[in-house]
């Protein structure tokens, strides 16, 4: 897996380099070239890893230059599941003791889960915000029991589930990889999932860093991203809508891991800077648990709705136009490509962010299958 050098010292990096693959399948239905970033791969099983590692990685190189090797750190996370996941499991290899808040509607799998790696997990609030104002207010350590960091005392690191540079420096490093891995062919855009939109944020620095940043808003984007959500968590497309950041009132798809009422600043910013480059989108659950369905049957590969909600514009069909509703074609070509020829469409590279997710099996697939006729 590797380490991260520091100044002073290295450290296990806790998350890996996964494979961005060519699916003749998912291209076949797209009708464009679809490759698969595979981060379902991750150590905690979604690309939480990255940026949740990073900057728990950065934050132990801190804690030791200031405290020397026996800082005494603690990590404390917010999270619908996933980031709290990768938490765990980066503190593990890392070597420190971690503490964990996720809502009620964390599904009890998925509270297994972030037991088995931590000991201190709670259960608090009805969305991730309460479970985060939780773990700030109850959880963490008051400011007078953060005397040193030394032995003795709590060296507390706050990990938030997407909000934070080194975040979104972590999530950047999935285009440094596809760069290298599509040998010189040129991605036209990136497929991801949105919940608090940390991925989408470490998207943007990445594609800016490679392949170079566009000389004004209005300018055609080197590389564009379909930034997708589910109804019910669909907080970035409410703020786009709005033309302001939104709060919405609660979260009402089965997607949980994407249930952020309020996107992250900077996601909302990069919408306004980047008109042009980002483009968001909200499917059905039915849409998002089809897609998995459908995703498993062509990689055997299992993923939870908050991903399928990323593979959901391959596999939903859409009207090709108002005058003509009976020929469709793919959600995916209505945002991206209906105003190119079918050569030029065919011509297109089109990597999605398979971002995994831990909170699925099969039962729970079967459940999803069941409910919504799949």
């Given at each position: 897996?590797?380490?991260?050098?520091?100044?002073?010292?290295?450290?296990?990096?806790?998350w890996?380099?996964?494979?961005c693959?060519?699916?003749?399948?998912?291209?076949?239905?797209?009708?464009?070239?679809?490759?698969?970033?595979?981060?379902?791969?991750?150590p905690?099983?979604?690309?939480?890893?990255?940026?949740?590692?990073?900057?728990?990685?950065?934050?132990?190189?801190?804690?030791?230059?200031?405290?020397g090797?026996?800082?005494?750190?603690?990590?404390?996370?917010?999270?619908?599941?996933?980031?709290?996941?990768?938490?765990?499991?980066?503190?593990?290899?890392?070597?420190?003791?971690?503490s964990?808040?996720?809502?009620?509607?964390?599904?009890?799998?998925?509270?297994?889960?972030?037991?088995?790696?931590?000991?201190?997990?709670?259960?608090?609030?009805?969305?991730?915000?309460?479970?985060d104002?939780?773990?700030?207010?109850?959880?963490?350590?008051?400011?007078?029991?953060m005397?040193?960091?030394?032995?003795?005392?709590?060296?507390?690191?706050?990990?938030?589930?997407?909000?934070?540079?080194?975040?979104?420096?972590?999530?950047?490093?999935?285009?440094?990889?596809?760069?290298?891995?599509?040998?010189?062919?040129?991605?036209?855009?990136?497929?991801c999932?949105?919940?608090?939109?940390?991925?989408?944020?470490?998207?943007?620095?990445?594609?800016?860093?490679?392949?170079?940043?566009?000389?004004?808003?209005?300018?055609?984007?080197?590389?564009?991203?379909?930034?997708?959500?589910?109804?019910?968590?669909?907080?970035?497309?409410a703020?786009?809508?709005?033309?302001?950041?939104?709060?919405?009132?609660?979260?009402?798809?089965?997607?949980?891991?994407?249930?952020?009422?309020?996107v992250?600043?900077?996601?909302y910013?990069?919408?306004?800077?980047?008109?042009?480059?980002?483009h968001?989108?909200?499917?059905s659950?039915?849409?998002?648990?089809?897609?998995?369905?459908?995703?498993?049957?062509?990689?055997?590969?299992?993923?939870?709705?908050?991903?399928?909600?990323?593979?959901?514009?391959?596999?939903?069909?859409?009207?090709?136009?108002?005058?003509?509703?009976?020929?469709?074609?793919?959600?995916?070509?209505?945002?991206?490509?209906?105003?190119?020829?079918?050569?030029?469409?065919?011509?297109?590279?089109?990597?999605?962010?398979?971002?995994?997710?831990?909170?699925?099996?099969?039962?729970?697939?079967?459940?999803?299958?069941?409910?919504?006729?799949?």
């Amino acid at each position: 897996m590797g380490s991260v050098q520091t100044d002073t010292l290295e450290l296990p990096q806790p998350w890996i380099e996964t494979p961005c693959v060519h699916s003749s399948a998912l291209s076949k239905i797209a009708g464009c070239n679809i490759y698969l970033k595979l981060d379902i791969l991750q150590p905690s099983g979604s690309f939480k890893s990255r940026g949740i590692g990073n900057l728990m990685v950065r934050a132990v190189a801190k804690a030791r230059a200031e405290y020397g090797p026996d800082a005494n750190v603690r990590f404390f996370c917010s999270s619908g599941g996933n980031a709290g996941l990768a938490c765990a499991t980066a503190a593990r290899q890392l070597g420190y003791p971690s503490s964990i808040v996720v809502p009620t509607a964390t599904s009890d799998y998925m509270v297994a889960k972030v037991r088995a790696l931590c000991d201190d997990v709670y259960q608090q609030g009805d969305n991730w915000a309460a479970a985060d104002k939780y773990l700030r207010e109850t959880v963490m350590p008051s400011p007078s029991d953060m005397q040193t960091g030394s032995s003795g005392s709590i060296y507390p690191v706050y990990v938030p589930p997407f909000d934070h540079p080194d975040i979104w420096d972590g999530a950047s490093s999935i285009v440094e990889e596809v760069a290298t891995q599509l040998n010189g062919a040129h991605p036209d855009a990136f497929v991801c999932s949105v919940g608090g939109g940390g991925l989408m944020c470490g998207l943007m620095d990445g594609i800016d860093r490679v392949y170079g940043v566009p000389k004004s808003a209005d300018s055609p984007p080197i590389t564009k991203i379909l930034a997708v959500e589910t109804k019910g968590a669909d907080s970035l497309m409410a703020s786009a809508s709005a033309g302001q950041l939104v709060t919405l009132p609660g979260i009402s798809s089965i997607a949980t891991s994407l249930g952020c009422v309020r996107v992250a600043e900077q996601t909302y910013s990069w919408l306004k800077q980047r008109p042009t480059a980002i483009h968001p989108v909200v499917v059905s659950d039915a849409e998002s648990v089809n897609a998995i369905v459908r995703f498993l049957d062509d990689t055997r590969l299992l993923a939870e709705p908050a991903c399928g909600a990323a593979l959901a514009p391959v596999y939903t069909p859409v009207a090709l136009s108002s005058t003509a509703p009976l020929k469709t074609t793919t959600l995916l070509r209505q945002k991206l490509g209906a105003d190119m020829s079918d050569v030029a469409w065919a011509e297109q590279n089109i990597v999605v962010v398979v971002c995994g997710g831990s909170n699925i099996s099969l039962e729970i697939l079967a459940e999803f299958r069941e409910r919504f006729g799949v």
